[in-house]
């Protein structure tokens, strides 16, 4: 519990300062230790004997250890710290600054010097093993940044389609893709871009724009036959144009931003195909 709580109290000064959380806790501590020395018993009493004789000694022994082990864990952590934060997973950050700190503290104020040079030995080795785990921890993520492990190709399904990419224009970047959709991108330098939208079309032969093209329901919005299949749907209240076109078992739609180029959008939707291996690892 003594070392959880010195742990505790590390963090906390790490991220925001001792404050109040660190008083309290080192008066808890003190109680704990206290605790602790009195289960001891008289074997206790014969190592650190100037901590036995009373209440007070207790208490200043118990406080010594927390101190000196917090420091201890500070040191230690700091040994941790990389460009990239705190190296190494939880378990090995909890088994460096939680154990050995206040178990290193406790013995180097056992007044025997073979304990005393031990505890200085361990002091050494787990502050090496923290600085090599920093080492290592860094040049992992180092070998990572500089040859990042390339994402895996897209897999090819009926929905994976794009469109030659129109003159001008960058792309496809990838948006969105499930078992429903796939999204794709392309963009003009200013910004102005045309997005590319596959489904499953619908068994019942329906249009996904048959509803917005009834004036009835839609005032605003008009439907023209764009040539080659393709059927332009214009919404004048939401300034809005789509393109669609029916391909096989999907439907293809090409929405277009405002000044986006209706001639793009009309080759993205006459050149669909399954997208090379360059544009899936892309």
Known sequence: ??????????????????????????????????????????????????ASGSLRG?????????LLGTAGAAAFGYLLMTPYGMAGTTTWQLLLL??????????LLVPRLTLRIGALAAAAVVGLAAALLAYADTAATE??????TPPPPLPLTRLTLVGDRPPGYDGPSLVLSNRTAFVTRYAEPTGEAIVLRINHAPKDGSRPYDAACDPSLSPSVTCADDGGGRTLVTDRKARTRE???????????????????LPAARRLLTTLRPPTARERAA
């Open 243 to 261: 393109l669609y076109v029916r391909h096989g078992a999907v439907d293809a739609v090409a929405s277009l931003d405002t000044g986006a180029s």
């Open 98 to 107: 939680t154990g050995p700190p206040y178990a290193i503290a406790a013995a």
């Open 58 to 66: 207790h208490l200043l022994w118990s406080t010594a250890v927390f």
């Open 143 to 148: 070998a990572a940044i500089a040859h990042p």
């Open 1 to 50: 519990m003594a070392m959880l709580l010195g742990f505790t109290v590390l963090m906390a000064a790490w991220d925001s300062g001792v404050g109040v959380l660190g008083a309290a806790a080192l008066a808890v501590e003190a109680l704990l230790g206290t605790a602790a020395l009195a289960v001891v018993g008289r074997r206790g009493r014969r190592l650190v004997p100037w």
